[in-house]
Protein backbone atom coordinates (compact mmCIF):
# COMPACT_ATOMS: atom_id res chain seq x y z
CA UNK A 1 0.00 0.00 0.00
CA UNK A 2 1.48 3.10 -0.67
CA UNK A 3 1.73 6.26 1.66
CA UNK A 4 -1.49 8.22 0.18
CA UNK A 5 -2.97 5.44 0.60
CA UNK A 6 -2.20 5.10 4.03
CA UNK A 7 -2.94 8.60 4.97
CA UNK A 8 -6.33 7.90 3.80
CA UNK A 9 -6.57 4.37 5.71
CA UNK A 10 -5.39 6.63 9.03
CA UNK A 11 -8.16 9.66 8.39
CA UNK A 12 -11.01 6.71 8.06
CA UNK A 13 -9.77 5.15 11.39
CA UNK A 14 -10.07 7.97 13.05
CA UNK A 15 -13.31 8.36 12.60
CA UNK A 16 -14.44 4.72 13.17
CA UNK A 17 -12.05 3.99 16.26
CA UNK A 18 -13.51 7.88 17.73
CA UNK A 19 -17.46 6.60 16.91
CA UNK A 20 -16.86 3.27 19.29
CA UNK A 21 -16.01 5.54 21.79
CA UNK A 22 -12.44 5.69 22.32
CA UNK A 23 -11.12 9.08 23.67
CA UNK A 24 -10.29 11.41 20.81
CA UNK A 25 -6.73 12.54 21.53
CA UNK A 26 -4.99 9.44 23.24
CA UNK A 27 -6.63 7.91 19.61
CA UNK A 28 -5.25 10.85 17.28
CA UNK A 29 -1.86 10.15 19.45
CA UNK A 30 -1.67 6.29 19.07
CA UNK A 31 -2.42 6.20 15.47
CA UNK A 32 0.12 9.04 14.64
CA UNK A 33 2.31 6.94 16.69
CA UNK A 34 1.80 3.84 14.68
CA UNK A 35 1.44 5.02 11.18
CA UNK A 36 4.10 7.22 11.84
CA UNK A 37 6.56 4.80 12.60
CA UNK A 38 6.16 3.04 9.40
CA UNK A 39 6.03 6.07 7.82
CA UNK A 40 9.67 6.85 9.52
CA UNK A 41 10.70 3.03 9.22
CA UNK A 42 14.49 2.48 7.51
CA UNK A 43 15.80 -1.11 7.21
CA UNK A 44 18.44 -2.13 9.40
CA UNK A 45 17.66 0.74 11.76
CA UNK A 46 16.53 0.71 15.46
CA UNK A 47 13.03 0.54 16.76
CA UNK A 48 14.24 3.37 18.91
CA UNK A 49 16.17 5.58 16.46
CA UNK A 50 12.47 5.89 14.54
CA UNK A 51 12.29 9.76 14.17
CA UNK A 52 8.37 9.73 15.07
CA UNK A 53 9.76 10.00 18.86
CA UNK A 54 11.76 13.06 17.61
CA UNK A 55 8.54 14.39 16.29
CA UNK A 56 6.31 13.32 19.33
CA UNK A 57 8.76 15.38 21.53
CA UNK A 58 8.39 18.07 18.76
CA UNK A 59 4.99 18.05 18.32
CA UNK A 60 4.03 17.89 22.15
CA UNK A 61 6.57 20.83 23.50
CA UNK A 62 4.95 23.43 20.24
CA UNK A 63 1.34 22.89 21.36
CA UNK A 64 2.25 23.27 25.17
CA UNK A 65 4.30 26.27 24.39
CA UNK A 66 1.04 28.05 22.23
CA UNK A 67 0.64 31.33 23.81
CA UNK A 68 -2.85 31.23 22.24
CA UNK A 69 -4.09 28.17 24.61
CA UNK A 70 -3.07 30.19 27.66
CA UNK A 71 -6.61 31.44 28.18
CA UNK A 72 -8.82 28.31 27.75
CA UNK A 73 -8.08 27.64 30.95
CA UNK A 74 -8.95 30.72 32.41
CA UNK A 75 -12.20 31.13 29.98
CA UNK A 76 -12.66 27.97 31.41
CA UNK A 77 -12.54 28.47 34.93
CA UNK A 78 -14.90 32.02 34.21
CA UNK A 79 -17.48 29.58 33.45
CA UNK A 80 -17.43 26.95 36.11
CA UNK A 81 -17.54 30.07 38.56
CA UNK A 82 -20.43 31.30 36.63
CA UNK A 83 -22.06 27.53 37.17
CA UNK A 84 -21.17 26.88 40.62
CA UNK A 85 -22.13 30.12 41.75
CA UNK A 86 -25.84 29.66 40.93
CA UNK A 87 -26.63 32.73 39.98
CA UNK A 88 -29.20 32.13 37.10
CA UNK A 89 -32.41 31.89 39.07
CA UNK A 90 -33.35 35.27 39.36
CA UNK A 91 -31.93 36.30 36.02
CA UNK A 92 -34.55 34.20 34.60
CA UNK A 93 -37.29 35.31 36.95
CA UNK A 94 -36.92 38.71 35.98
CA UNK A 95 -36.36 38.16 32.38
CA UNK A 96 -39.54 36.10 32.60
CA UNK A 97 -41.83 39.49 33.54
CA UNK A 98 -40.21 41.57 31.50
CA UNK A 99 -41.46 39.24 28.31
CA UNK A 100 -44.75 38.57 30.23
CA UNK A 101 -46.85 39.88 27.61
CA UNK A 102 -44.86 38.49 24.41
CA UNK A 103 -45.78 34.93 22.70
CA UNK A 104 -44.25 32.11 24.17
CA UNK A 105 -42.79 34.58 26.86
CA UNK A 106 -40.99 31.25 28.52
CA UNK A 107 -39.55 30.09 25.53
CA UNK A 108 -38.60 33.75 24.78
CA UNK A 109 -36.97 34.17 28.34
CA UNK A 110 -35.16 30.86 27.97
CA UNK A 111 -33.94 31.74 25.02
CA UNK A 112 -32.54 35.15 26.28
CA UNK A 113 -31.54 33.23 29.11
CA UNK A 114 -29.50 30.46 27.18
CA UNK A 115 -27.94 33.16 24.95
CA UNK A 116 -26.63 35.84 27.97
CA UNK A 117 -25.66 32.79 30.06
CA UNK A 118 -23.61 30.73 27.10
CA UNK A 119 -21.75 34.06 26.91
CA UNK A 120 -20.41 34.15 30.59
CA UNK A 121 -19.69 31.17 31.01
CA UNK A 122 -19.09 29.26 27.65
CA UNK A 123 -20.26 25.63 28.57
CA UNK A 124 -23.08 24.25 26.15
CA UNK A 125 -23.12 21.23 29.13
CA UNK A 126 -23.62 23.78 31.80
CA UNK A 127 -26.07 25.98 29.94
CA UNK A 128 -28.42 22.95 28.74
CA UNK A 129 -28.38 20.98 32.45
CA UNK A 130 -28.94 24.55 33.84
CA UNK A 131 -31.84 25.73 31.83
CA UNK A 132 -33.51 22.42 31.86
CA UNK A 133 -33.51 21.97 35.67
CA UNK A 134 -34.64 25.80 35.96
CA UNK A 135 -37.11 26.08 32.66
CA UNK A 136 -38.04 22.88 30.89
CA UNK A 137 -40.38 21.82 33.80
CA UNK A 138 -42.49 25.35 33.98
CA UNK A 139 -42.72 24.96 30.12
CA UNK A 140 -44.08 21.48 30.60
CA UNK A 141 -46.34 22.33 33.13
CA UNK A 142 -48.03 25.49 31.30
CA UNK A 143 -48.72 23.40 28.78
CA UNK A 144 -45.94 24.02 26.05
CA UNK A 145 -45.35 21.17 23.19
CA UNK A 146 -42.92 19.40 24.20
CA UNK A 147 -40.59 20.18 21.07
CA UNK A 148 -40.90 24.06 21.70
CA UNK A 149 -39.37 23.25 24.76
CA UNK A 150 -36.77 20.74 24.44
CA UNK A 151 -35.61 22.76 20.57
CA UNK A 152 -35.54 26.27 22.47
CA UNK A 153 -33.05 24.86 25.20
CA UNK A 154 -31.11 23.12 23.07
CA UNK A 155 -30.65 25.37 20.78
CA UNK A 156 -30.18 28.02 23.15
CA UNK A 157 -27.86 26.37 25.21
CA UNK A 158 -25.32 25.89 22.06
CA UNK A 159 -25.13 29.33 21.24
CA UNK A 160 -22.40 30.08 24.22
CA UNK A 161 -19.90 28.00 22.08
CA UNK A 162 -20.65 30.72 18.85
CA UNK A 163 -20.56 33.98 20.64
CA UNK A 164 -17.17 35.17 22.37
CA UNK A 165 -15.64 34.74 24.28
CA UNK A 166 -15.71 31.11 23.33
CA UNK A 167 -13.20 28.35 23.38
CA UNK A 168 -13.91 27.20 20.12
CA UNK A 169 -12.95 30.10 18.67
CA UNK A 170 -9.37 30.11 20.58
CA UNK A 171 -9.15 26.39 19.48
CA UNK A 172 -9.27 27.49 16.00
CA UNK A 173 -7.49 30.39 16.17
CA UNK A 174 -4.69 27.66 17.01
CA UNK A 175 -4.91 25.11 14.48
CA UNK A 176 -5.19 28.48 11.44
CA UNK A 177 -2.85 30.74 13.28
CA UNK A 178 -5.05 33.21 12.95
CA UNK A 179 -6.07 36.09 15.25
CA UNK A 180 -8.09 35.83 18.04
CA UNK A 181 -9.24 38.80 18.43
CA UNK A 182 -10.44 39.07 14.95
CA UNK A 183 -12.05 36.08 15.14
CA UNK A 184 -13.76 37.07 18.40
CA UNK A 185 -14.87 40.87 16.06
CA UNK A 186 -15.92 38.87 13.29
CA UNK A 187 -18.53 36.12 15.14
CA UNK A 188 -19.91 38.94 17.34
CA UNK A 189 -22.26 39.81 15.06
CA UNK A 190 -23.68 36.39 13.29
CA UNK A 191 -23.70 35.09 16.80
CA UNK A 192 -26.36 37.49 17.94
CA UNK A 193 -28.40 37.34 14.62
CA UNK A 194 -28.36 33.44 15.29
CA UNK A 195 -30.05 34.10 18.23
CA UNK A 196 -32.39 36.65 16.32
CA UNK A 197 -33.19 33.95 13.74
CA UNK A 198 -34.34 31.75 16.79
CA UNK A 199 -36.26 34.15 18.44
CA UNK A 200 -38.08 35.22 15.07
CA UNK A 201 -39.02 31.42 15.05
CA UNK A 202 -40.12 30.63 18.21
CA UNK A 203 -42.26 33.67 18.32
CA UNK A 204 -43.76 33.44 14.79
CA UNK A 205 -44.57 29.11 15.63
CA UNK A 206 -46.67 30.77 18.54
CA UNK A 207 -48.36 33.06 16.69
CA UNK A 208 -49.59 30.95 13.58
CA UNK A 209 -50.30 27.92 16.54
CA UNK A 210 -51.08 29.31 19.72
CA UNK A 211 -51.46 25.98 21.14
CA UNK A 212 -48.33 25.33 21.65
CA UNK A 213 -47.74 28.04 24.12
CA UNK A 214 -50.43 29.24 25.86
CA UNK A 215 -50.69 32.11 27.80
CA UNK A 216 -50.07 32.01 31.47
CA UNK A 217 -52.08 32.55 33.79
CA UNK A 218 -52.76 35.74 36.04
CA UNK A 219 -51.01 34.16 39.18
CA UNK A 220 -47.78 33.99 36.96
CA UNK A 221 -47.38 36.94 35.52
CA UNK A 222 -48.40 39.28 37.91
CA UNK A 223 -45.03 41.73 39.45
CA UNK A 224 -44.73 41.33 42.98
CA UNK A 225 -45.12 45.32 44.16
CA UNK A 226 -43.48 46.06 47.40
CA UNK A 227 -45.98 47.77 49.89
CA UNK A 228 -43.92 50.83 50.83
CA UNK A 229 -43.86 51.46 46.80
CA UNK A 230 -47.42 51.91 46.13
CA UNK A 231 -47.92 53.97 49.52
CA UNK A 232 -44.49 56.22 47.55
CA UNK A 233 -46.93 56.31 44.55
CA UNK A 234 -50.35 57.76 46.80
CA UNK A 235 -47.71 59.97 48.52
CA UNK A 236 -45.98 61.91 45.65
CA UNK A 237 -47.44 60.77 41.99
CA UNK A 238 -48.14 57.57 39.85
CA UNK A 239 -45.49 57.48 37.84
CA UNK A 240 -42.31 56.04 39.37
CA UNK A 241 -39.43 58.40 38.19
CA UNK A 242 -41.43 62.02 39.49
CA UNK A 243 -42.35 59.89 42.31
CA UNK A 244 -38.90 59.43 43.31
CA UNK A 245 -37.18 62.74 42.15
CA UNK A 246 -39.44 64.71 44.31
CA UNK A 247 -38.84 61.73 46.99
CA UNK A 248 -35.15 62.61 46.45
CA UNK A 249 -35.69 66.21 46.85
CA UNK A 250 -38.60 66.28 49.58
CA UNK A 251 -38.36 63.25 51.49
CA UNK A 252 -40.02 63.99 54.49
CA UNK A 253 -43.23 61.97 53.72
CA UNK A 254 -40.99 59.09 52.33
CA UNK A 255 -39.51 58.54 55.05
CA UNK A 256 -42.66 58.26 56.92
CA UNK A 257 -42.94 55.31 55.24
CA UNK A 258 -42.31 51.83 56.44
CA UNK A 259 -40.72 48.58 54.86
CA UNK A 260 -40.16 45.12 56.78
CA UNK A 261 -41.27 47.44 60.10
CA UNK A 262 -38.69 49.74 59.46
CA UNK A 263 -38.75 53.39 58.69
CA UNK A 264 -37.28 53.95 54.84
CA UNK A 265 -34.09 55.54 54.94
CA UNK A 266 -33.01 58.30 52.46
CA UNK A 267 -30.33 55.98 51.17
CA UNK A 268 -33.02 53.53 49.83
CA UNK A 269 -34.81 56.62 48.23
CA UNK A 270 -31.66 57.16 46.52
CA UNK A 271 -30.76 53.58 45.74
CA UNK A 272 -34.66 52.70 44.16
CA UNK A 273 -33.97 56.10 42.43
CA UNK A 274 -30.74 54.85 40.78
CA UNK A 275 -32.64 51.84 40.11
CA UNK A 276 -34.89 54.26 37.81
CA UNK A 277 -32.15 55.77 36.15
CA UNK A 278 -30.81 52.49 34.71
CA UNK A 279 -31.82 53.15 31.25
CA UNK A 280 -31.02 56.32 30.96
CA UNK A 281 -27.67 55.32 32.23
CA UNK A 282 -27.14 53.34 29.85
CA UNK A 283 -28.33 55.02 26.79
CA UNK A 284 -26.11 58.09 27.82
CA UNK A 285 -23.42 55.84 28.23
CA UNK A 286 -23.44 54.24 24.85
CA UNK A 287 -24.35 57.46 22.82
CA UNK A 288 -20.85 58.61 24.73
CA UNK A 289 -19.11 55.39 23.75
CA UNK A 290 -19.62 55.62 20.12
CA UNK A 291 -19.28 59.00 19.68
CA UNK A 292 -15.87 58.86 21.50
CA UNK A 293 -14.43 56.03 19.55
CA UNK A 294 -15.71 56.92 15.88
CA UNK A 295 -15.09 61.02 16.64
CA UNK A 296 -12.89 61.86 19.11
CA UNK A 297 -10.75 58.42 19.61
CA UNK A 298 -9.41 58.50 16.04
CA UNK A 299 -8.30 62.44 16.47
CA UNK A 300 -4.68 62.54 15.74
CA UNK A 301 -2.39 64.25 18.82
CA UNK A 302 -2.05 67.90 18.26
CA UNK A 303 1.60 68.20 17.79
CA UNK A 304 1.93 65.59 14.91
CA UNK A 305 -1.72 67.82 12.98
CA UNK A 306 0.53 70.95 13.67
CA UNK A 307 3.67 69.30 11.73
CA UNK A 308 1.31 67.81 9.07
CA UNK A 309 0.13 70.86 8.76
CA UNK A 310 3.51 72.99 7.96
CA UNK A 311 4.35 69.84 5.44
CA UNK A 312 1.71 70.00 3.34
CA UNK A 313 2.40 74.04 3.55
CA UNK A 314 5.30 73.67 1.43
CA UNK A 315 7.79 75.27 3.95
CA UNK A 316 10.86 73.84 2.31
CA UNK A 317 13.11 76.00 5.08
CA UNK A 318 11.68 73.60 7.39
CA UNK A 319 10.81 70.26 5.26
CA UNK A 320 13.49 68.14 6.49
CA UNK A 321 13.37 68.26 9.84
CA UNK A 322 9.82 68.08 10.20
CA UNK A 323 10.24 64.96 8.18
CA UNK A 324 12.21 63.66 10.79
CA UNK A 325 10.05 64.97 13.72
CA UNK A 326 7.24 62.80 11.49
CA UNK A 327 9.18 59.47 11.30
CA UNK A 328 9.60 59.75 15.24
CA UNK A 329 6.18 60.23 15.57
CA UNK A 330 5.46 57.15 13.99
CA UNK A 331 3.30 58.86 11.23
CA UNK A 332 6.02 58.58 7.76
CA UNK A 333 5.45 55.28 5.41
CA UNK A 334 9.47 54.40 5.93
CA UNK A 335 11.02 51.44 6.54
CA UNK A 336 11.94 52.05 10.01
CA UNK A 337 9.23 53.59 11.14
CA UNK A 338 7.28 50.09 9.51
CA UNK A 339 9.31 47.98 11.45
CA UNK A 340 8.51 50.03 15.03
CA UNK A 341 4.63 49.63 14.27
CA UNK A 342 4.35 46.62 15.88
CA UNK A 343 6.55 47.50 18.63
CA UNK A 344 3.94 50.07 19.31
CA UNK A 345 1.56 47.63 18.90
CA UNK A 346 2.51 45.27 21.40
CA UNK A 347 2.59 48.00 23.97
CA UNK A 348 -0.62 48.91 23.60
CA UNK A 349 -1.38 45.28 24.75
CA UNK A 350 -3.00 43.87 21.92
CA UNK A 351 -0.09 41.35 20.19
CA UNK A 352 -2.77 39.48 18.22
CA UNK A 353 -2.80 42.81 15.64
CA UNK A 354 0.74 43.52 15.32
CA UNK A 355 0.96 41.98 11.73
CA UNK A 356 -2.13 43.95 10.28
CA UNK A 357 -1.24 45.41 7.13
CA UNK A 358 -3.68 48.66 6.94
CA UNK A 359 -4.66 50.93 8.92
CA UNK A 360 -8.69 50.56 10.36
CA UNK A 361 -11.29 52.72 8.75
CA UNK A 362 -11.99 54.07 12.26
CA UNK A 363 -8.26 55.72 12.04
CA UNK A 364 -9.58 57.70 8.99
CA UNK A 365 -12.22 59.82 10.94
CA UNK A 366 -15.96 59.22 10.72
CA UNK A 367 -17.72 59.66 7.25
CA UNK A 368 -20.25 62.75 6.76
CA UNK A 369 -23.55 60.87 7.02
CA UNK A 370 -22.35 59.24 10.31
CA UNK A 371 -23.63 62.18 12.10
CA UNK A 372 -27.17 61.94 10.45
CA UNK A 373 -27.15 58.56 11.72
CA UNK A 374 -26.06 59.18 14.76
CA UNK A 375 -28.39 62.58 15.52
CA UNK A 376 -31.36 60.34 14.17
CA UNK A 377 -30.53 57.24 16.43
CA UNK A 378 -30.08 59.81 19.44
CA UNK A 379 -33.74 61.26 18.35
CA UNK A 380 -35.21 57.52 18.47
CA UNK A 381 -33.52 56.75 21.51
CA UNK A 382 -34.85 59.94 23.63
CA UNK A 383 -38.80 59.29 22.67
CA UNK A 384 -38.27 56.13 23.61
CA UNK A 385 -37.14 56.55 26.95
CA UNK A 386 -39.73 59.59 26.87
CA UNK A 387 -41.93 57.08 26.65
CA UNK A 388 -40.78 54.97 28.67
CA UNK A 389 -40.53 56.83 31.87
CA UNK A 390 -44.02 58.56 31.21
CA UNK A 391 -45.19 55.26 31.14
CA UNK A 392 -43.67 53.55 33.62
CA UNK A 393 -45.68 52.63 37.18
CA UNK A 394 -44.89 50.45 40.02
CA UNK A 395 -45.27 47.36 38.00
CA UNK A 396 -42.64 48.23 35.66
CA UNK A 397 -40.30 49.76 37.73
CA UNK A 398 -40.33 46.80 40.31
CA UNK A 399 -39.55 44.59 36.75
CA UNK A 400 -36.72 46.90 35.99
CA UNK A 401 -35.28 46.52 39.59
CA UNK A 402 -35.17 43.07 39.67
CA UNK A 403 -33.02 43.16 35.74
CA UNK A 404 -31.29 45.85 37.27
CA UNK A 405 -29.68 43.25 40.51
CA UNK A 406 -29.75 40.35 38.37
CA UNK A 407 -28.66 41.13 34.15
CA UNK A 408 -26.72 43.92 34.55
CA UNK A 409 -23.73 43.05 37.00
CA UNK A 410 -23.00 39.73 34.53
CA UNK A 411 -23.76 42.29 31.41
CA UNK A 412 -20.77 44.38 32.66
CA UNK A 413 -18.57 41.74 33.33
CA UNK A 414 -19.25 40.32 30.20
CA UNK A 415 -19.10 43.84 28.09
CA UNK A 416 -15.77 44.77 29.76
CA UNK A 417 -14.32 41.64 28.84
CA UNK A 418 -15.06 41.69 25.16
CA UNK A 419 -15.10 45.83 25.38
CA UNK A 420 -10.94 45.24 26.16
CA UNK A 421 -10.24 42.60 23.44
CA UNK A 422 -11.80 44.03 20.67
CA UNK A 423 -10.35 47.85 21.55
CA UNK A 424 -6.74 46.40 21.63
CA UNK A 425 -6.25 47.41 25.49
CA UNK A 426 -5.79 43.79 26.54
CA UNK A 427 -4.97 40.82 24.49
CA UNK A 428 -6.90 37.73 25.12
CA UNK A 429 -5.14 35.82 27.71
CA UNK A 430 -5.20 38.89 30.06
CA UNK A 431 -8.97 39.83 29.26
CA UNK A 432 -9.55 35.76 30.68
CA UNK A 433 -7.67 36.53 33.75
CA UNK A 434 -9.91 39.84 33.81
CA UNK A 435 -13.41 37.81 33.76
CA UNK A 436 -12.22 34.61 35.50
CA UNK A 437 -11.69 37.07 38.29
CA UNK A 438 -14.79 38.97 37.92
CA UNK A 439 -16.42 35.91 38.01
CA UNK A 440 -15.04 35.39 41.55
CA UNK A 441 -16.33 39.03 42.69
CA UNK A 442 -19.77 38.62 41.49
CA UNK A 443 -19.80 34.82 42.78
CA UNK A 444 -19.03 36.57 46.33
CA UNK A 445 -21.10 39.07 46.19
CA UNK A 446 -23.94 36.92 46.00
CA UNK A 447 -22.54 34.51 48.82
CA UNK A 448 -23.36 31.87 46.57
CA UNK A 449 -19.73 30.42 45.66
CA UNK A 450 -18.63 28.28 49.20
CA UNK A 451 -14.91 26.27 49.17
CA UNK A 452 -16.60 23.12 47.99
CA UNK A 453 -17.63 24.89 45.11
CA UNK A 454 -14.83 26.72 44.40
CA UNK A 455 -12.41 23.70 44.91
CA UNK A 456 -15.29 21.99 42.06
CA UNK A 457 -15.04 25.11 39.74
CA UNK A 458 -10.72 24.56 39.95
CA UNK A 459 -10.95 20.36 39.27
CA UNK A 460 -13.57 20.96 36.53
CA UNK A 461 -10.98 24.26 35.08
CA UNK A 462 -8.26 21.60 35.11
CA UNK A 463 -9.73 18.48 33.62
CA UNK A 464 -11.20 20.40 30.42
CA UNK A 465 -7.96 22.09 29.90
CA UNK A 466 -6.01 18.92 30.42
CA UNK A 467 -8.25 17.23 27.96
CA UNK A 468 -7.76 20.35 25.26
CA UNK A 469 -4.13 20.79 25.59
CA UNK A 470 -3.96 16.77 24.93
CA UNK A 471 -6.18 17.29 22.43
CA UNK A 472 -3.98 19.85 20.64
CA UNK A 473 -0.47 17.34 21.01
CA UNK A 474 -2.42 14.43 19.55
CA UNK A 475 -3.98 16.78 16.33
CA UNK A 476 -0.49 18.19 16.00
CA UNK A 477 1.21 14.50 15.75
CA UNK A 478 -1.77 13.18 13.78
CA UNK A 479 -1.84 16.08 11.39
CA UNK A 480 2.02 16.02 10.55
CA UNK A 481 2.16 12.08 9.83
CA UNK A 482 -0.45 12.29 7.70
CA UNK A 483 0.92 14.95 5.34
CA UNK A 484 4.26 13.47 5.69
CA UNK A 485 2.50 10.16 4.01
CA UNK A 486 1.09 12.11 1.49
CA UNK A 487 -2.76 12.35 2.57
CA UNK A 488 -2.87 15.93 3.01
CA UNK A 489 -0.79 16.40 -0.75
CA UNK A 490 -3.44 13.66 -2.19
CA UNK A 491 -6.46 15.56 -1.08
CA UNK A 492 -5.55 18.82 -2.33
CA UNK A 493 -4.86 17.50 -5.83
CA UNK A 494 -7.80 15.94 -5.54
CA UNK A 495 -9.99 19.06 -5.39
CA UNK A 496 -7.97 21.30 -7.25
CA UNK A 497 -8.80 18.49 -10.31
CA UNK A 498 -12.69 19.15 -9.74
CA UNK A 499 -11.82 22.92 -11.27
CA UNK A 500 -14.51 24.21 -8.15
CA UNK A 501 -15.28 27.66 -8.19
CA UNK A 502 -14.79 29.22 -5.01
CA UNK A 503 -18.62 29.18 -4.23
CA UNK A 504 -18.82 25.86 -5.03
CA UNK A 505 -15.70 24.87 -2.56
CA UNK A 506 -17.54 26.93 0.16
CA UNK A 507 -20.18 24.62 -0.25
CA UNK A 508 -18.06 21.70 -0.71
CA UNK A 509 -15.93 22.16 2.52
CA UNK A 510 -19.34 23.09 4.53
CA UNK A 511 -21.09 20.51 3.13
CA UNK A 512 -18.56 18.25 4.74
CA UNK A 513 -18.39 19.85 7.91
CA UNK A 514 -22.12 19.74 8.13
CA UNK A 515 -22.15 15.75 7.31
CA UNK A 516 -19.23 15.14 9.90
CA UNK A 517 -20.81 17.18 13.01
CA UNK A 518 -24.10 14.13 12.98
CA UNK A 519 -20.95 11.44 14.08
CA UNK A 520 -18.66 13.38 15.77
CA UNK A 521 -18.11 16.62 18.10
CA UNK A 522 -16.37 19.94 17.67
CA UNK A 523 -13.37 19.68 18.91
CA UNK A 524 -12.51 16.59 16.41
CA UNK A 525 -13.39 18.38 13.47
CA UNK A 526 -11.82 21.59 14.25
CA UNK A 527 -8.36 19.96 15.13
CA UNK A 528 -8.89 16.53 12.69
CA UNK A 529 -10.54 17.70 9.52
CA UNK A 530 -10.28 21.62 9.54
CA UNK A 531 -6.84 21.65 9.13
CA UNK A 532 -7.53 19.39 6.00
CA UNK A 533 -9.51 22.73 4.17
CA UNK A 534 -7.07 25.61 5.59
CA UNK A 535 -4.48 25.33 2.82
CA UNK A 536 -7.06 25.58 0.16
CA UNK A 537 -8.61 28.55 1.09
CA UNK A 538 -5.58 30.94 -0.29
CA UNK A 539 -5.96 29.07 -4.01
CA UNK A 540 -9.80 29.63 -4.11
CA UNK A 541 -9.22 33.49 -2.84
CA UNK A 542 -11.42 32.60 0.52
CA UNK A 543 -11.00 34.67 3.74
CA UNK A 544 -9.93 31.99 6.49
CA UNK A 545 -11.50 34.69 9.31
CA UNK A 546 -14.94 34.51 7.28
CA UNK A 547 -14.78 30.83 6.48
CA UNK A 548 -13.88 30.24 10.33
CA UNK A 549 -17.28 31.51 11.27
CA UNK A 550 -18.81 29.95 8.46
CA UNK A 551 -17.56 26.82 10.36
CA UNK A 552 -18.47 28.32 13.94
CA UNK A 553 -21.79 28.60 12.86
CA UNK A 554 -21.67 24.94 11.27
CA UNK A 555 -20.73 23.67 14.02
CA UNK A 556 -23.80 24.44 15.78
CA UNK A 557 -25.20 21.67 13.93
CA UNK A 558 -22.93 19.20 15.46
CA UNK A 559 -24.61 20.18 19.00
CA UNK A 560 -28.45 19.27 17.64
CA UNK A 561 -27.68 16.32 14.95
CA UNK A 562 -28.25 12.92 16.19
CA UNK A 563 -27.16 10.19 16.61
CA UNK A 564 -24.11 12.55 18.80
CA UNK A 565 -26.08 15.45 20.16
CA UNK A 566 -24.77 15.86 23.21
CA UNK A 567 -26.96 19.01 23.63
CA UNK A 568 -30.18 16.77 23.45
CA UNK A 569 -28.61 13.82 26.01
CA UNK A 570 -27.43 16.66 28.74
CA UNK A 571 -31.10 17.49 28.46
CA UNK A 572 -32.50 14.05 28.90
CA UNK A 573 -30.19 13.75 32.00
CA UNK A 574 -32.39 16.23 33.44
CA UNK A 575 -35.68 15.74 31.54
CA UNK A 576 -38.89 14.33 33.19
CA UNK A 577 -39.40 10.16 32.59
CA UNK A 578 -41.92 10.47 30.02
CA UNK A 579 -39.72 13.05 27.60
CA UNK A 580 -38.36 10.91 24.98
CA UNK A 581 -35.54 11.42 23.29
CA UNK A 582 -36.90 11.45 19.78
CA UNK A 583 -39.03 14.04 21.38
CA UNK A 584 -35.97 16.48 21.76
CA UNK A 585 -34.38 15.03 18.49
CA UNK A 586 -37.24 15.89 16.69
CA UNK A 587 -37.64 19.66 18.72
CA UNK A 588 -34.31 20.44 17.83
CA UNK A 589 -34.81 19.74 13.62
CA UNK A 590 -35.83 23.05 12.55
CA UNK A 591 -33.10 25.11 14.19
CA UNK A 592 -30.17 23.13 12.40
CA UNK A 593 -32.23 24.27 9.27
CA UNK A 594 -32.21 28.20 10.99
CA UNK A 595 -28.57 27.21 11.07
CA UNK A 596 -28.32 26.53 7.15
CA UNK A 597 -29.84 29.90 6.58
CA UNK A 598 -28.09 31.51 8.89
CA UNK A 599 -24.84 30.49 6.83
CA UNK A 600 -26.33 31.44 3.39
CA UNK A 601 -27.47 35.38 4.76
CA UNK A 602 -23.95 35.34 5.93
CA UNK A 603 -22.13 34.02 2.34
CA UNK A 604 -24.48 36.23 0.72
CA UNK A 605 -23.96 39.39 2.83
CA UNK A 606 -20.36 38.85 4.11
CA UNK A 607 -20.37 42.33 5.69
CA UNK A 608 -22.65 40.61 8.60
CA UNK A 609 -19.20 38.74 9.60
CA UNK A 610 -16.21 40.87 8.40
CA UNK A 611 -17.51 44.58 8.69
CA UNK A 612 -16.11 44.83 12.71
CA UNK A 613 -13.01 42.91 12.28
CA UNK A 614 -12.33 45.52 8.87
CA UNK A 615 -13.69 48.84 10.86
CA UNK A 616 -11.70 48.03 14.20
CA UNK A 617 -8.71 46.61 12.67
CA UNK A 618 -8.09 47.19 9.40
CA UNK A 619 -8.33 44.85 5.97
Request: aromatic share 12%; with cysteine.
Amino acid sequence: MSDPALGLLMLGLIVVVIMLGFPTAFTLMGLGMFFGFFAYYRAGESWADNHIFDLMVQRTYGAMTNDVLISIPLFVLMGYVMERGALVDKMFYSIQLAFRRVPASLAVATLIVCTFWGIASGLVGAVVVLMGVIAFNPMLKAGYDVKLASGVITAGGTLGILIPPSVMIIVYAAVAGQSVVKLYAAAMFPGFFLAFLYLVYIIGWALINPKIAPKLPESETRVPIRPWIADLQQAYSHKMLPALLTAAVAPSRAMALTMDGARITYATILKNLGFALVPLILALTTLWAAWWYVVIHPQPDAPAAAIIERVQSGDASTATPEEEKLEELGAAQSGSAKESEPEVLQQMGNADLQNSPTNAPVDAGPPPEFYTYFAFTAAIIALMLFYYYWTMGAAQFEVLRLLTSSVMPLGILTAIVLAVILLGITTATESAAVGAAGAFLLAFQARTLDWKRTKEAVFLTAKTTSMVCWLFVGSALFSAVFAILGGQALLESWVLSLNLTPVQFMILSQAIIFILGWPLEWTEIIVIFVPIFLPMLKHFGIDPILWGVLVFVNLQAAFLSPPVAMSAFYLKGVAPSHVTLNQIFSGMMPYMLIVIICMVLMYIWPGLTLWLPNYLYGN
